[in-house]
């Protein structure tokens, strides 16, 4: 059974600072999902990463993946009040999406 | 405007009511996706349509019954809830090949007395 697993699960971090969310999963899997949640809203898809080494950027964030590690990164640079939301990984196994926790995010002044 | 599109968008309903969600997306994908998010849980996924045939039922109780009549169209039809059912119901739909990325819908927020 595929297992999905985000840390942190809760982020609170200054304006301008870097940070780190981590997304491991149990499975052999080479395709990686990054979503964004706002409060009340549904899930904004951000990232699609689809093999080993990928590397997407958007803005201040960027999303890596290795596969070997079954280990994806969600790296945040400077980040602004805007980047405040829940970021949730998911992994496509033998079945449609299994998702992580999420990460709540906080960003402040 | 995500092209996938629910309503209603907030739903309120007693344990003895019989209520459906729609489901409706406008992007031409061929698989669609019931999903239960509660603060509880992770996203549960709850039902999978491909190609208008139901591919999985993660062992929902019946009080939740799908239908899907064509590839744009998924409902979700609720029966007898309990209040631990109250949660936000998303739909999504993807593409039945690669890259399989799902776009969801607003989601229907619900509440059962």
């Known amino acids: 059974e595929l297992k999905v697993e985000q840390n942190p699960l809760f982020l609170s971090m200054q304006e301008g600072k870097n940070y780190t969310i981590y997304c491991n999963y149990s499975t052999t899997s080479d395709r990686l999902y990054w979503y964004r949640q706002d409060p009340g809203k549904s899930l904004e898809s951000l990232f699609v990463l689809l093999s080993n080494g990928a590397v997407k950027q958007e803005g201040r964030l960027m999303a890596s993946l290795d596969t070997k590690a079954r280990l994806s990164t969600l790296h945040i640079t400077a980040a602004v009040h805007d980047l405040s939301a829940t970021y949730f990984c998911a992994v496509r196994g033998d079945t449609p999406l299994v998702f992580g926790k999420g990460t709540r995010l906080s960003v402040i002044a | 405007e995500t092209g996938v599109t629910q309503t209603p968008r907030h739903l309120v309903m007693g344990m003895t009511n019989k209520k459906s969600l729609k489901c409706e997306q406008h992007l031409g994908h061929n698989a669609m996706y019931w999903y239960k998010q509660s603060a509880k849980k992770p996203l549960e996924l709850m039902f999978v349509?491909?190609?208008?045939?139901?591919?999985e039922n993660n062992s929902v109780p019946s009080r939740f019954s799908p239908e899907c009549p064509n590839s744009s169209h998924l409902f979700l039809h609720l029966h007898t809830l309990q209040p631990e059912d109250s949660a936000l119901y998303l739909c999504?739909?993807?593409?039945?090949?690669?890259?399989?990325?799902?776009?969801f819908g607003p989601g229907t927020r619900l509440t059962v007395l």
């Open positions: 349509y491909s190609l208008e045939e139901r591919v």
């Open positions: 999504a739909s993807s593409q039945e090949r690669p890259p399989h990325e799902q776009f």
